[in-house]
């Protein structure tokens, strides 16, 4: 089963940035699907940023043009660059993945804590 370890939050002030990492090992096959969510205490798991299965990036609407998610593929690593943060971004974030790692399902990490404050 594939393990997914992000890596990369932190404490940070309004305006500044971070760079998450998660690194995906053990039995994958095949990925369709590889992004970011995050979640916040009482509210549902919102998708932040991801590649689609055509390989296109796309964002929720609250972080384009601050964050960058990109991929280093013979690493089989994600990441998820940070600009401009803002207090409204504090939240657990996760890495995802869906596709054969070995079975066709969503995959987790533990998730990474980012705090924006001052």
């Known amino acids: 089963q594939v393990q997914l370890v992000e890596s990369g939050g932190g404490l940070v002030q309004p305006g500044g940035s971070l760079r998450l990492s998660c690194a995906a090992s053990g039995s994958i096959r095949s990925i369709y699907v590889m992004g970011w969510h995050r979640q916040t205490p009482g509210k549902q798991r919102e998708l932040v940023a991801q590649f689609t299965s055509a390989g296109i990036p796309n964002y929720v609407d609250s972080v384009k043009g601050r964050f960058t998610i990109s991929r280093d593929n013979a690493k089989n690593t994600l990441y998820l660059q940070m600009n401009s943060l803002k207090p409204e971004d504090t939240a657990v974030y996760y890495c995802?993945?869906?596709?054969?790692?070995?079975?066709?399902?969503?995959?987790w990490g533990q998730g990474t804590q980012v705090t924006v404050s001052s």
């Open positions: 995802n993945l869906f596709g054969h790692a070995p079975l066709l399902k969503d995959y």
